[in-house]
Structures are given as C-alpha cells and as structure tokens.
C-alpha cells in the first residue's frame, strides 16, 4: 500500500470536517483515489452520532416516500461487501459485516398490515425488484426460533443486513492513517474561508490550512457551520436510547429494526426516537418501554441481564432523508449529512468520492438537495 | 476434595462444612464461604473462559467488582461467585465461553 505524505503541510486536496462515519467513509474512498485527506475531528466533547448507533445495513422500508433514497440505500447495501473486504484488507479488522437478511418484527396485525402494504407499494414503485415476504407469527418463529408468540408476524427481507459499528469506525480510521490521511483532532474548526481564486483556508486556534475542496461531515455540527459557505443544512437531533445485554451464544440468527445479537454474542436493543435537544442521556421510562417491548418480540430476554445502556443522537433533517449539496456561492464546497452512516457508508466511500471529483455517476443526486428545505 | 488448590485455609478458621457440587463433583466448602472462595480452595482453576477470546479467568478481586468469577449457580449463568454464599446442595458449574440460552430458559420464559 502507498502512504502519500502531505509534502506540504499546509495544503490539502480535500479537507473533511468531522471524523465520524460519514466523513471518515468519504476520506477512505477519496484516499482510494489517490488525493490528499485531511479529516477534522472535534474531540470527544462532540455529540458523535457514530459512537452510539444500532449498527443495521438496512434497505426495507427505507426510502417509502422518496424511491431514489430506496435505490441508494439498496445500492449501498450492493457496494458493502467489497468495501468490508477493502478494510479488512488494509487493517485486518473484521466488521463483522452479516447481510443474510432481516426481520421486521410487528406487535400488531394493523402494523403489520399497513407495513407489508408500504412494502408492496416500495416493490411496485422499484419495478418488481424489490424481495421481501409477509410473514405470520408461526411463519416467523420457523424462521426465527427465538421469537415469542405474541407478535403479529413480521416482514423479511433478503435485502438487509448488520454490522459493528464501533469496529467499523476504527477500521475506517486505522485504514485512513495506513493510507496517509492526516487526522487533525482536539482541536474545533473556527472558522472556513473561501479564498479568492479558489479553494478554503480552514482556521484552526492556531494554525490555518488551504483546502482545494472542503466536505462539511459535521453531523449535528453542520448546521452552524454551513452558512459560513452559502450552504443549508437544517438538521436536528432525535435521541435513540440503546440496550446491551451480556454475552450469550448465538441464539437469534437475524437482525430486526429492534434488536440485533452482535459478532461477540451482546444483544443490543432500540430504536426510541425522542426529540429532547442536545440530551444524550438515558431514561428509566424509555429503557422500560425498550426491554419489555424486546422481551415480548423475544421471551427468552427475560432472564438476560443488561449491562450497558446509552442515549445517542441521530442526525435528522425534516424528512429524514440525506442532504448531498455542492455550495452554488462556493463551488467546491459540499455538504454530506444523513443518519444512517452504517448503511450508507459504502455508498460515500463509492459513488459520493466520485461525485465530489466530479466524475459522472449513474445515480441522480438531485433529490438530495436542501433546496426541498425552506430557508 | 482438597484438591492441588494454591489457597489454604487458615487454621484457626473454623465453621460448619457445607456441601455442594463443582461441575457434578461433591465439595465441601465452608458455612460463610462465598462461591469464589470454594472454587479456589477446590483448586478450580480457571473458573471460566471468556465469550470472545476464549481465555481463562479465575476469581480475582473477591468484592463484586472485577466480573472474574462469573459462575452457572443453580442452573443460573453469569453470577458472580465472590457474592454469592454457598448454600447445602447447591450446583455449581465453570462456565466455557459464552452463556448458553438453554431449552428451559424459552420455554420458562414462553
């Protein structure tokens, strides 16, 4: 592997602010291509959506009001194996990347009604290629033997999958450093400065840094620093509150929109959606509701301790899908922001490094801009 | 069943003998004896292997904070041995590995 050395330091090809998973996917595909990174990163004072997250590589049901963020979530889940294999390949670290598909499991027979109608609706607007499956409770627990019998039933889909997000995260980063990229952390960006023929200068409390194209990654961060570069983006936090249990053998085969078992047998359990700021605390209310809704999709969970929980923030605009934009004012400025950096990753490691290079791209990006967003 | 344990008992400690099984064994532990101190001086060394790497542990801090010694009691996986006191009869057994959902823990809970 070629280390490219920044051989002046105060210059980079392409500046990323914020070193979570979406800016850190975008510099591993960028370094793939040969340019310079330097990556921003806040420090550990940072709200850091990618250190809190579920860990799903998940397509259905994604995207039912806007069928390009289905394609690109179904592309992105296409795109994974190869950039897993990639990682493990320059760092050895195995994600622990499963795509044998996933269950959604419903409580209710509304539920699970209204969903396997947006599933059909999904399929027909994809042109018949779209795999999922309605299945009964008894369905199910063939399927899963681990599932109790007070559901509903559930959907499958072939289509999904999961992965560790926190060994994701630092294969990322360790492959970033092996490859050359320049990681400037502890220290917030200031302020960033188109400069007058073209590029950015980054100010940092101490130093200064020319970008020829800067990537804002900043999560939640984004909001405050895009008007800086004529760009919009309106996102707000939405808390998600997660369990872990201990260590068990494997004993449920595929992940669901609430409860994964993880590589090294915990079994992680969410998906609260709360808007409380910047609060990324737990509840004793909301951990309730998490468990007694897991125990009653999975009985057995009764009798398994919890070891861990944690709040995190996910990064949501007001229709929940990405905003992907180059600045009209400043071109060469983009932003990237979604919240789903697990199962989008393989798309910004892959076809977003070749829009920002301004290569063509068969996908249409068009949807994405925050112009859907009034000012 | 003294068995090559390296902990020795104290001489002057005396206390009614308490019997349970290590791993199908009879062992006779002593009345007070946490479920740790009876594996050590059954010489029960490791007392454990963990989930992901496989290596061996034995109880450690002997207090509840370490997580060294966890233990199947009574059918039960994952207790910590160092505050669990021995009890007439009961069933202990090292645990390899990762905790097993058995059969009895779905249907029980079904």
């Given amino acids: 592997m070629s280390v490219r050395n920044h051989d002046n330091p105060g210059e980079t090809d392409v500046a990323i602010i914020g070193g979570g998973l979406v800016g850190m996917s975008l510099a591993y595909g960028l370094l793939r291509q040969g340019k310079r990174v330097t990556v921003f990163d806040e420090g550990d004072q940072a709200l850091r ?14 995207g039912d009001t806007c069928p390009e963020y289905a394609r690109l979530s179904r592309l992105s889940a296409r795109l994974w194996p190869e950039l897993a294999a990639s990682l493990q390949q320059d760092t050895g670290i195995d994600i622990e990347l499963r795509q044998q598909g996933g269950l959604y499991i419903c409580l209710e027979q509304d539920a699970l009604r209204q969903r396997a109608e947006m599933l059909a609706r999904m399929q027909q607007q994809a042109g018949g290629d779209y795999p999922f499956e309605v299945l009964s409770a008894a369905q199910a627990r063939a399927k899963e ?7 509903a039933g559930a959907t499958w889909s072939p289509m999904d999958g999961h992965l560790n997000p926190l060994l994701l995260l630092n294969a990322l980063h360790q492959a970033f450093a092996a490859r050359g990229g320049r990681l400037i952390n502890g220290r917030p960006v200031q302020r960033i400065q188109p400069r007058r023929g073209g590029g950015f200068d980054v100010q940092l409390s ?24 004529g760009l919009h983006a309106p996102v707000e936090p939405n808390r998600g509150q997660v369990l872990i249990t201990e260590r068990l053998r494997p004993f449920i085969s595929y992940p669901t929109g609430h409860v994964r078992q993880t590589g090294e047998g915990t079994v992680q359990l969410g998906d609260s959606k709360e808007d409380v700021g910047l609060d990324t605390g737990t509840t004793a209310e909301e951990i309730g509701k998490i468990a007694a809704r897991a125990i009653r999709m999975y009985p057995a969970l009764e009798k398994v301790r919890l ?17 992907y934009q ?22 910004h490691a ?11 791209i068969d996908i249409s990006l068009e949807a994405f801009s925050a112009d859907r967003f009034p000012l | 069943m003294q068995t090559d344990s390296p902990f020795n008992r104290l001489a002057t400690a005396t206390a009614d003998t308490v019997t349970i099984e290590i791993d199908g064994r009879p062992f006779n532990a ?11 001086a059954a010489g029960c060394i490791p007392s454990r292997t963990t989930p992901v790497s496989g290596s061996p542990r034995a109880p450690y801090c002997m207090m509840g904070v370490c997580f060294e010694c966890l233990v199947e009691v009574d059918g039960l996986a994952n207790v910590q041995g160092c505050m669990v006191q021995v009890a007439e009869g009961m069933k202990v057994r090292r645990q390899s590995g990762a905790r097993e959902m058995t059969v009895g823990d779905f249907h029980e809970a079904v």
């Fill in chain 1, 49 to 62: 959506a990618s250190r809190g997250n579920f860990g799903l590589v998940w397509v259905q049901g994604k």
């Fill in chain 1, 350 to 360: 892959g076809p977003l490094v070749d829009w920002l290079l301004g290569k063509d």
């Fill in chain 1, 206 to 229: 101490d130093t200064r840094l020319w970008a020829n194209q800067l990537v804002l990654a900043a999560g939640l961060g984004n909001k405050a620093l895009a008007p800086q570069l």
């Fill in chain 2, 30 to 40: 002593r009345e007070g004896d946490s479920v740790a101190a009876a594996l050590l």
């Fill in chain 1, 145 to 151: 033997p681990a599932l109790g019998s007070d559901i």
């Fill in chain 1, 307 to 323: 070891i861990r929980a944690w709040g995190a923030l996910r990064v949501m605009t007001p229709d929940g899908y990405p905003i």
């Fill in chain 1, 326 to 347: 180059q600045s009209a004012q400043y071109p060469g400025a983009y932003v990237v922001t979604c919240h789903s950096g697990v199962t989008l990753g393989a798309v």
